[in-house]
């Protein structure tokens, strides 16, 4: 089983409708989560980033953290053609033999049509 | 402004033809790591550097190498490339102690015949 799972996808939304991202993970130890964006050709991008459980908002994208599921999640609220791209989440305990190693999802690739 | 730079951004070569790829960061962070992409399996660790003269070896380490002599710079050597090399590669940067926000560079594609 793979550390980290995400769902390919394609995911295609219509301008405006409200994304739903996920990832499930079989770490525990985890503790530290976040999400990247990556266009076509570029390298990840920094979107979310959350220390252990709870809700974090940043203007139209909220990430959540579930642990005692091992669930995270991602929400694009108000979706634009701008948010195509390819989202990945992250993880990584909070100590580690590592060095601070991230576990990466696949990637989940999300297509917002005009 | 704050980032991680990489060249070159692409690079096509032939099998045993030794070849480094740079990587600079401006944010004076200590940890710098390489990663590369893969489809299919995701993004992976090669190796990492906790601070300067300090490196160790990732997931995937196999063929590579790095050296970290000045606090900026992370270069990735591959001394001899085979085929199994072609992969984008990407460079990451985290300062701090606490926390894990690692910012990664452009990526290198590279391909090698």
């Known amino acids: 089983q793979k550390e980290v799972e995400q769902d390919p996808g394609p995911l295609s939304v219509p301008e405006g409708a409200i994304v739903s991202l996920n990832c499930t993970y079989s770490?525990?130890?985890?503790?530290?989560f976040m999400w990247y964006r990556q266009y076509s050709r570029k390298g990840p991008e920094l979107l979310m980033y959350?220390?252990?459980?709870g809700n974090k908002e940043d203007g139209r994208f909220t990430a959540q953290v579930d642990k005692s599921s091992k669930y995270i999640s991602l929400f694009i609220r108000d979706s634009q053609p701008s948010d195509s791209a390819t989202y990945l989440c992250?993880?990584?305990?909070?100590?580690?033999?590592?060095?601070?190693?991230?576990?990466f999802g696949k990637g989940t690739s999300l297509l917002v049509t005009p | 402004e704050a980032q991680v730079t990489q060249n070159p951004r692409y690079l096509i070569t032939v099998t045993g033809k030794k070849l480094t790829v740079t990587c600079s960061q401006n944010?004076?962070?200590?940890?710098m790591s390489w990663y590369r992409q893969d489809p299919g399996l995701g993004l992976r660790q090669i190796y990492y550097?906790?601070?300067?003269?300090?490196?160790d070896k990732g997931d995937v380490p196999e063929g590579y190498k790095v050296s970290r002599k000045e606090k900026r710079n992370f270069p990735l050597i591959l001394e001899s490339p085979s085929p199994n090399q072609t992969s984008l590669y990407f460079c990451?940067?985290?300062?701090?102690?606490?926390?894990?926000?690692?910012?990664f560079g452009p990526g290198t594609r590279l391909t090698v015949l």
């Open positions: 992250a993880m990584s305990p909070s100590r580690s033999n590592s060095g601070y190693a991230l576990n």
């Open positions: 990451a940067s985290k300062g701090g102690l606490v926390g894990n926000e690692q910012f």
């Open positions: 959350t220390y252990s459980s």
């Open positions: 944010m004076n962070h200590e940890y």
């Open positions: 770490n525990s130890a985890f503790q530290y």
């Open positions: 550097s906790m601070n300067v003269e300090v490196t």
